[in-house]
C-alpha cells in the first residue's frame, strides 16, 4: 500500500507543478488591466462595457505570448515572462509613468517616457532571453502573484453585483407594474390624427437659459432667441430643468413623469446610477414613437448611457465609448500613437478636446442628412455642447487658440456660440426640407456649473439661491408648424416636453404634470429627492 501510495503522490505533485507553470499570468495580468478599472464605477458601469476591452486586452496577451515563444524557440516559461513584461508595461503605462514621476520626482509626459520604457523593457528582454536557466519557479511565482492581484476587483465586482441583483430582485412589484401599466395606456389611448413624419429632439448639455446667460455670464442671447422666434419656434424664456444632472434629467423626460418612485428600489440606497441609466435605455418614449411606426435613431456623446441604444434603429456616436477611451487613455496606445501620428483619427479620438472635435460637426452633418432622407424617424440628438472641454471658439475652430489664457466663464460663451451657430445651421437645414415640416425640441438637460462646483463635489444641500439658479435654467424652445402653442409657457419643463406633443399630435391624453424642480445632495446620494421648485420662484420673482 505504501509503495503504491508514493507514486500517486509523485503523479499529483507532478500534476500540480504542471499547473502551476503553466502561462496564466499574463492574460492574469491583462484581466486585471481591465476588470481594477471596471472596479472604480461599479455604480455606473455594467458588465457589457468591458467586454471588447477585456477582449483586446486577452487577444493582446495571447499574441504577445506566441510571438516571444516563436522567437524563442517554443520556451514556455520565458515566453510567458516577456509576455508579461510587455502587458504590464504596455497596459498599465499610465500607472507606471504617473508612479515614476511621484517617486523620482520627475515630470514625465506620456510621451516623454517612451523612450525610457522602451529601454526599460530591452533590459527585461535581454535578461530573460539570453541566460540558459529554468524560469519555472519565476512562472510559477508570476502566477501567483497575477491571480492575487486579479482576483482583489473581481470580488469587488462580484460581490457587488451579487449585492445589487439581490436587492433588484427584492425591488418592489408594485413600482415595475405601475411603470408596465403606465406604458401600455400611453401605447393604447394613442389614435394618430396629425402624425409628423419626424421628430427631432436635441439635447445641448449644459445650455443655460437666456436669463441665466445673461446675469451670470454677461451674455446676450437675444440674437439666437430671435432667429428660432422668426423660424416659427415658441421659447419658454424660463425654463428650468426637473433635476440637477443629465441622467436625471433625461430620464424624466422619456420617462414623462418624475423619478419619486425610485426611492422604493432598494438599489437608491447604494446610490447606484444603473435604475436611471436603465430608463434612458428602454423609454415610454422610444417604445411609443416605435409602435407608431418611427424609426429611432440616437445619436449619442462619449458619456456611455446615451452613447447607444439596444432598442434604437440606428445608433451614431462617432467615437469611442466612455470605458473604452478612458483604459485606452491608461495604456501604451495612446502616447505612441500621439507621438507617431498626432494628426491621425484614433489619436484625435484618444483626446477628450479632439475628440469633441471630430464627434460633435459630424453629429449635426448626419442629422442634417437623415432629415434629407425623409425617414419617417424620431431622432434624438446628445450634444455636447457648450459642456466641457472647452476646445471650441465661437467660430468652430478646435482647438481654439483664442481660449489659451481665457477663463473657463469666457470660453464657456465661446462654446455657446459655437453651440448657436450648430443650431442656426440644422434648424435651417430641417425646415429646408421638403414635404411636411418635422417637429423639432431643443433643450437643454442642466445649466451650467456655478463657480463653487465646477472643480470639486460639494453638496448642493448648501448652495446659495443664485447657484441654484444658475444651474437649473435651461435653453427650452419648440417648433410646431402650425405655430399653435397654446399648450405652452414660459415656465414648461421637460418633464412635460413629450406628454405635451404626444397630446397634440398623437391624440393621447396625458396631460401636463406639474412643473417641479428637484435637487440632491451629492453624487452619492442621488435619489435623495429636495423640492426646490419654490426657492427658486421666492428668490426670482
Not at 436625471?248 to 432598494?266: I, K, Q, R, V
Not at 473604452?324 to 505612441?336: E, F, M, S
Request: proline fraction near 5%; glycine fraction near 6%.
Amino acid at each position: 500500500m505504501q509503495a503504491s501510495a508514493k507514486p500517486d503522490r509523485a503523479r499529483i505533485n507532478s500534476v500540480l507543478w504542471g499547473i502551476a507553470t503553466l502561462a496564466l499570468h499574463p492574460f492574469l495580468f491583462a484581466g486585471t488591466s481591465v476588470v481594477r478599472l471596471y472596479a472604480t464605477n461599479l455604480r455606473g458601469l455594467y458588465i457589457a462595457d468591458l467586454l471588447a476591452a477585456l477582449g483586446a486586452a486577452l487577444a493582446a496577451a495571447a499574441l504577445l505570448f506566441l510571438a516571444f515563444a516563436s522567437v524563442l524557440g517554443g520556451s514556455r516559461a520565458k515566453a510567458a515572462i516577456l509576455a508579461s513584461a510587455a502587458v504590464v508595461v504596455g497596459l498599465f503605462y499610465g500607472d507606471i509613468v504617473d508612479a515614476v514621476n511621484q517617486y523620482a520626482g520627475l515630470g514625465l509626459t506620456p510621451v516623454a517616457a517612451l523612450p525610457l520604457m522602451i529601454a526599460v523593457s530591452a533590459v527585461i528582454f535581454a535578461a530573460v532571453a539570453w541566460p540558459r536557466i529554468d524560469f519555472s519557479p519565476a512562472n510559477v511565482v508570476l502566477n501567483g502573484i497575477a491571480l492575487m492581484i486579479f482576483v482583489v476587483p473581481v470580488w469587488q465586482i462580484a460581490s457587488y453585483s451579487w449585492q445589487t441583483s439581490r436587492t433588484a430582485h427584492l425591488a418592489p412589484a408594485a413600482v415595475d407594474e405601475a411603470s408596465a401599466a403606465q406604458r401600455s395606456v400611453i401605447v393604447d389611448a394613442a389614435a394618430a390624427n396629425n402624425t409628423p413624419r419626424q421628430l427631432f429632439y436635441f439635447i445641448f448639455d449644459r445650455y443655460g437659459s437666456q436669463p441665466v446667460l445673461a446675469d451670470y455670464y454677461g451674455f446676450d442671447n437675444s440674437d439666437l432667441v430671435g432667429f428660432l422666434k422668426e423660424k416659427g419656434f415658441y421659447v419658454a424664456s424660463n425654463s428650468r430643468a426637473n433635476y440637477l444632472k443629465t441622467a436625471h434629467s433625461l430620464a424624466s423626460t422619456f420617462h414623462m413623469g418624475y423619478l419619486d418612485f425610485l426611492t422604493e428600489d432598494p438599489r437608491s440606497r447604494t446610490g447606484d446610477w444603473r435604475p436611471l441609466y436603465d430608463m434612458l435605455k428602454d423609454h415610454r418614449v422610444g417604445r411609443f414613437l416605435k409602435s407608431r411606426d418611427h424609426k429611432f435613431i440616437q445619436f449619442g456623446s462619449w458619456w456611455g448611457p446615451t452613447q447607444s441604444n439596444p432598442h434604437a434603429d440606428e445608433n451614431h456616436s462617432f467615437g469611442l465609448s466612455e470605458f473604452n477611451y478612458w483604459y485606452l487613455r491608461g495604456t501604451i496606445v495612446a502616447p505612441i500613437v500621439d507621438a507617431l501620428a498626432p494628426d491621425n483619427t484614433v489619436a484625435k479620438r484618444l483626446k477628450s478636446d479632439l475628440g469633441q472635435c471630430y464627434r460633435v460637426p459630424r453629429q449635426i452633418e448626419k442629422i442634417k442628412e437623415i432629415a434629407r432622407r425623409g425617414d419617417k424617424a424620431f431622432v434624438f440628438a446628445h450634444v455636447l455642447v457648450p459642456h466641457d472641454p472647452y476646445v471650441f471658439g465661437s467660430d468652430g475652430r478646435c482647438p481654439s487658440v483664442d481660449q489659451v489664457e481665457r477663463t473657463d466663464t469666457e470660453k464657456y460663451v465661446e462654446q455657446v456660440r459655437y453651440a448657436n451657430s450648430l443650431i442656426k445651421d440644422v434648424v435651417s437645414a430641417l425646415l429646408a426640407t421638403d414635404g411636411p415640416k418635422p417637429v423639432i425640441v431643443i433643450q437643454s438637460d442642466e445649466g451650467p456649473f456655478p463657480p463653487r462646483y465646477r472643480s470639486e463635489d460639494r453638496s448642493w444641500l448648501d448652495a446659495t439661491i443664485d447657484e441654484l439658479r444658475e444651474k437649473m435654467g435651461i435653453l427650452n424652445a419648440f417648433y410646431f408648424s402650425d405655430g399653435d402653442y397654446r399648450d405652452l409657457n414660459p415656465q414648461v419643463t421637460s418633464v412635460n416636453t413629450f406628454r405635451i406633443v404626444f397630446d397634440k399630435y398623437f391624440g393621447t391624453e396625458l396631460k401636463r404634470l406639474p412643473e417641479r424642480t428637484y435637487a440632491f445632495p451629492d453624487t452619492f446620494r442621488i435619489y435623495d429627492f429636495h423640492d426646490i421648485t419654490d426657492v427658486l420662484r421666492d428668490g426670482t420673482d
